[in-house]
């Protein structure tokens, strides 16, 4: 072959065989695009939500049904797989995470990544938000890594990085989006309560020094702490069911007909929530202060509440008169209902001592978050914790707690 005469034709293919390589090159390079491609353009974006223009919330989670919520009034509702109210707090904090997404990097093109990132049917949470019939958003959320959690936006094979962790905030069970107060009232406004169960009744007031004494007609009882019925009143006066019974369990199987354990407690009316309480400040005992003894008494409301069979996992079923909710709570709160005379009485042979759970204001018990025995957020420990997981993990702890 005469190389000088056909150096063209070679190097035609040359350039050929060079050409295919650097399309397949191109080509396997984006089949195998890492999490982070590259900063968000225009095309990458996200739409801006407005909050308070949200009226319903879809959430579907892998091999579970959606559960649905809408805004009823001012309220939010779950509407399925069961009609109830909502926990208002879960549902803002889960408006809020959408109207505060972030864009910072596309974090991949290619659909062969929704699995690795967790933003395909089988792994990832989708969210929808509307408002009336308008869809504003339809995201698949995914895995959280390096500050940024993973979001796709259905139909688009497109992968975008957000700023900071939000799937928890989606990521729950129907459960944990129903309201699970119980009763929600000040510990402080509890005049009177009283404990009827197969070994006996026995029923307290507080006196003019607010210290809980035995009412009229009540057998004397020994070694008695009145520290202990403040403990109890505390842990009720704030109670959270941890679930609800499920739909076809009824009353009479739940053990809360005739022969479950009853508490009753008197509570000044409009006296305001335990969260209503937060932040009153000097100005508000001041104003209390001023009120005149000559004034109309305080009108009061009682809450009745039965405990009954064991539910699971050392749980009960509890329910709250004039409510047909069945709700499960922890063995920690029926005990507070489940009493006994030693249930009021100190230890023999030693001083009294304010237990878990006894802080008339609602602290927390010990071990928990910004406790003794656990830092808080900005403390010690594991740093790497995003500050929204450790505040769902908080919650959490303080459902395990029996709802303080």
């Known amino acids: 072959m005469d190389w000088k005469k056909n150096r063209l034709v070679i190097g035609a293919a040359v350039l050929v065989v060079l050409g295919g390589l650097a399309v397949w090159s191109i080509g396997s390079r984006e089949k195998d695009t890492p999490p982070e491609v590259g900063s968000a353009s225009s095309a990458s974006e996200l739409p801006e939500i ?26 939010w509702w779950v509407v399925a797989p069961v009609e109830a109210l909502a926990d208002q707090g879960i549902a803002s904090a889960a408006l809020d995470k959408l109207a505060e997404l972030e864009v910072q990097r596309v974090a991949a093109t290619n659909a062969d990544n929704h699995e690795r990132l967790e933003v395909d049917e089988a792994h990832g949470v989708r969210v929808i938000a509307k408002a009336g019939e308008t869809t504003l958003c339809d995201l698949w959320i995914g895995s959280f890594g390096g500050g940024s959690t993973m979001v796709r936006p259905e139909g688009q094979d497109e ?31 509890v005049t009177r309560v009283s404990f009827e169960n197969a070994d006996g ?21 020994e070694r008695f702490g009145p520290a202990k019925v403040q403990s109890a009143v505390a842990g009720l006066a704030r109670m959270r069911a941890v679930d ?10 739940a053990g809360l007909g005739e022969g479950a354990a009853v508490v009753r407690m008197t509570v000044r009316q409009g006296a305001g929530s335990e969260e209503e309480s937060e932040g009153e400040g000097e100005e508000a005992e001041g ?44 063995s920690f709160l029926a005990d507070k209902i489940r009493v006994n005379v030693e249930s009021f009485q100190t230890p023999e042979g030693g001083e009294e001592a304010p237990e878990a759970g006894a802080d008339p204001h609602g602290g927390a018990p010990p071990g928990m978050p910004g406790m003794p025995g656990m830092p808080g957020p900005g403390g010690g420990g594991p740093g790497k914790i995003p500050p929204e997981v450790m505040q769902q993990i908080q919650q959490q702890l303080r459902q395990q707690q029996g709802g303080h």
């Open 159 to 189: 992968v975008l990085a957000v700023s900071g962790s939000i799937k928890f905030a989606f990521n729950k069970p129907v459960k944990d989006w129903r309201n699970r107060r119980v009763v929600d009232v000040r510990p402080t406004d």
């Open 287 to 330: 104003e209390e202060a001023e009120a005149q003894p000559d004034e109309a008494p305080v009108e009061t409301e009682e809450i009745v509440l039965r405990v009954g069979n064991e539910s699971s996992d050392g749980q009960y079923y509890l329910a709250r008169e004039g409510d047909e909710t069945i709700f499960v709570v922890s």
């Open 50 to 75: 407005d909050a308070g223009e949200v009226t319903s919330l879809e959430v579907r989670r892998p091999d579970e049904e959606p559960v649905r919520l809408e805004k009823r009034g001012e309220s």
């Open 244 to 253: 609800f019974a499920a739909p076809d369990v009824t009353a009479e199987q």
């Open 201 to 221: 009744t026995w029923r307290f007031e507080r006196d003019a020094e607010d210290e809980w004494t035995l009412s009229e007609g009540q057998d004397e009882i």
